[in-house]
């Protein structure tokens, strides 16, 4: 895949413009924080079933709070796709649970499967271990989306 499939720690590592934003604590009208982490889109597509099945106001275009109790709900979601993707033998198998940017995205994840959805397994682990840690310290996490 062209894109890396990986959590973006630091905005200094951000190339584009193409990213989703999580903010620690509720939506201030800016984008680009310091305390956020950044997800590509192609990446977020990825993983966005959760937000769009368990958040009535969860829009790809727009920014929204996420409360702890719907946290709850996409965290355990992920770990059901993450069990999922790690059970598959091939695209066929997670072919309904994962969403692209465009097909081509989605071709190149298949033709190296294998590598790709240990990343991709890596990565929820990674979100996952970051949104537990941050819902120590705030009761929602800002999701900013395109």
Known sequence: MATEIQLIRKKSELEHTAYFEFLPGRYSDKHWNDASVFLDEEVMCM???PFIDMVPDYDHYSCC????AYWQSILSRLSELSSSISAAHDMAD??????YTSPSTKKSFADDFDSNRQKLISLIEDFTGWVKQTLNEHESIAVLGM
Do not use: K, P, S
């Open 65 to 68: 709070d996420v409360n702890r």
């Open 47 to 49: 993983i966005e079933c």
């Open 94 to 99: 997670v072919e309904a649970q994962l969403r």
